[in-house]
């Protein structure tokens, strides 16, 4: 993808992410309508459709050859990330949404034959836009993020695990995410990916964990993880999947094989 | 306290949280020197101390005849409640504010014999403040909080517990708490005791269990959360202490009994 073309689009896309937030803050004043996806924990409301619908006709409209992968099925079904895709969640943290009415985002990235190129987690309600083009800086607003850090150890390390992992469960052995949640300074957990690793982007956060993620949770923030010399994997260190659930890793690389050898046992 | 003194303080304490975080701000360009307390989690810097000094003067010298306890070990050395009561953090949340630089906040309340009537929660970096005269309503900003949801089932609440209360420890059954985790709808951890106990007051988040809180960080928040009809308690319970370290349950009080009987389980 040419820079210039590169621009353009993330011009359009920025703007649009801007539009799609106002929407949504303008509908906060509404009585949301709420329904329940798979479980209760799934909620999905109205909002959620109308601000995927808002992009999908956007990107339909302006780019026709251009695919979509996005969360509430007005996008397209793809098995390749040939092309340029867009990759979006209208509302990334739809629980914090409904309880909260705020501490959610917008996130939308653009992929070039599998490359992300372009990458924006919009964090409606606080009006802090993260935007990234692959190789010119990731920011928030209009300022770039610092390189991660050089070292952190990992007990001077705040890790993003959400208290469910230190529970007995299917994936992983809890007992080891109970010992890193002792050995690690602070834990925290906000309940929105996209957020998350815009924090784990900004150096705020070290280290995040998580499973059960879809490529449209971490694909704006892959790319801005990575353009701040950060990694994300899959929780055992394979690569992301774009077509199916995903565990993850993110974080400083410093902390990486550490949490990975040493903490996580997939069963 | 009548109305008209209790006007007056409640000014002249907000002019000096608003002044007090004004100087927070500035500060953080500076390099933060930081010290560390009893152990590497109990982080000090040079501002918390500053921020205290700050409070501390302005009492004395305009109120003399008022007590303060407070953090960083310029106010009083109390054993009653007695008289006028200044109860301060100069920042709750310090983790974040050495790692993060915004998610912290300073916390003041105001006691008269044991009553609390005024309460200040101010959000630094966002610049939102959580305040409340007793019996006047509590407000987020200039937005009147409304009070507590009449009914919240368990299974559809939003939970405020860190990880860390999942894993093995000396004071309470952990495995009870991973039962409550998984009962809950989700759970969320921010670092900020202040700001927590707020996001109960304000309804986006439905109960809090904590341990080791000591008055700073509660008193102001226990103002707010009583205002808007919620309780907080010990965890078991039991009236919370000003004068030594605490457990926590606060929340919407439909919550209460359900989550004290059924998952706290003291060592």
Redesign the interface.
């Known amino acids: 993808m040419d820079k210039v073309e590169r621009n353009k689009l993330y011009e359009e896309a920025k703007s649009w992410v801007v539009e799609a937030g106002e929407l949504i803050r303008a509908s906060l004043d509404k009585k949301l309508q709420i329904d329940t996806k798979s479980d ?2 799934d909620l999905v409301t109205e909002m959620d459709r109308e601000s995927e619908k808002f992009f999908v006709d956007k990107i339909k409209l302006n780019h026709p050859s251009h695919k979509i992968i996005s969360e509430e099925g007005f996008g397209d079904d793809l098995s390749t990330l040939e092309g340029t895709v867009w990759i979006l969640d209208p509302i990334d943290g739809t ?1 914090n949404f409904v ?4 501490n959610f985002a917008i996130s939308l990235a653009i992929y070039q034959d599998g490359v992300g190129e372009i990458g924006l987690i919009y964090s409606v309600m ?1 009006d802090v836009l993260y935007h990234v083009k692959r190789g010119e800086g990731a920011f928030r607003n209009k300022t770039q993020l610092s390189p991660l850090k050089d070292h952190v150890a990992i ?2 390390s ?1 890790l993003l ?8 469960n299917k994936r992983l052995n809890h007992t080891k995410i ?1 010992e890193l ?2 050995t690690v ?7 929105s990916g996209a957020l998350e690793f815009a ?1 784990v982007a900004d150096g ?2 070290d280290a995040y964990i998580s499973m059960r993620l879809s490529p449209w949770d971490f694909a704006a923030g892959a790319i801005l993880i990575e353009e701040v010399g950060g990694v994300i994997t899959q929780i055992d260190g394979s690569p992301l999947d774009f077509f199916g659930e995903n565990t993850s890793f993110s974080g400083n690389p410093f902390l990486k094989d550490e949490i990975i050898n040493n903490y996580i046992e997939l069963k």
């Open positions: 209760a924990n629980m309880h909260q009415k705020r606080e007990e001077e705040i695990v959400n208290s469910s992992l230190c529970c007995e109970q949640v002792k300074r602070g834990t925290r957990s906000y309940g924090g705020t956060l």
